[in-house]
C-alpha cells in the first residue's frame, strides 16, 4: 500500500517543486502565448496558379504553441492539387517547422519558420526556404521560399486559437 503512494507523492512534490522554483518571467513563458490548432479545405477561385501550375484546391494542417516573448513550436502541413502544364493531376507538398509567431490585432495568426516544398513534378523537394503563413477564420495564406499561393479559402474544417 505504502508503495502505491509513494510514486504519485514524489510526482507531485516535483511539480510543486518546479511550479515554485521558477522565476515569474518564466512561469510566464511557459504558460503564457497561445496555442493554435487548425485544419482544413478548400477551393480556389479559378485561374489561381502557384509557380505555373494551375492549382484546384487544398488541405492544411497547423498545431503551434507560441509563448509571450513570440518564439513558437509547430508543425505545418499544406497540400495543393492541381494540373502540370500538360493536364496530368500534380501534388504540391509544403512542410514547416514553425518557430516564431504572434497575434494579429484582427484576431489571426502569423507564423514563421522554415519549410520544404515539394512541386510533386518528380523534381527533388526543395528544403531550409523561409515560411511565413497567416491563419485567419476564413483561410490560410502562405509564402515559402519568397513565393506566395494564394489564400486557401477554408471551406471546410476549424481554427482554435486559446
Do not use: Y
Amino acid at each position: 500500500m505504502i508503495k502505491r503512494l509513494i510514486a504519485p507523492l514524489i510526482a507531485t512534490c516535483l511539480v510543486a517543486s518546479l511550479a515554485l522554483g521558477l522565476p515569474d518571467h518564466q512561469a510566464a513563458a511557459v504558460g503564457g502565448g497561445n496555442v493554435v490548432t487548425a485544419a482544413g479545405a478548400g477551393e480556389f477561385p479559378t485561374g489561381a496558379s502557384f509557380q505555373g501550375i494551375e492549382i484546384a484546391g487544398g488541405t492544411f494542417g497547423l498545431g503551434v504553441q507560441t509563448t509571450t516573448t513570440g518564439t513558437a513550436n509547430g508543425d505545418l502541413e499544406v497540400q495543393l492539387n492541381g494540373s502540370s502544364l500538360i493536364g496530368l493531376s500534380q501534388w504540391i507538398t509544403i512542410t514547416g517547422w514553425i518557430t516564431s509567431g504572434a497575434q494579429n490585432a484582427d484576431g489571426s495568426m502569423t507564423f514563421n519558420g522554415t519549410g520544404t516544398l515539394d512541386l510533386g513534378d518528380g523534381t527533388a523537394q526543395t528544403g531550409g526556404l523561409a515560411l511565413v503563413a497567416t491563419l485567419t477564420a476564413t483561410g490560410l495564406t502562405v509564402t515559402i521560399g519568397g513565393n506566395a499561393i494564394p489564400t486557401l479559402p477554408k471551406s471546410d474544417g476549424w481554427n482554435n486559437i486559446e
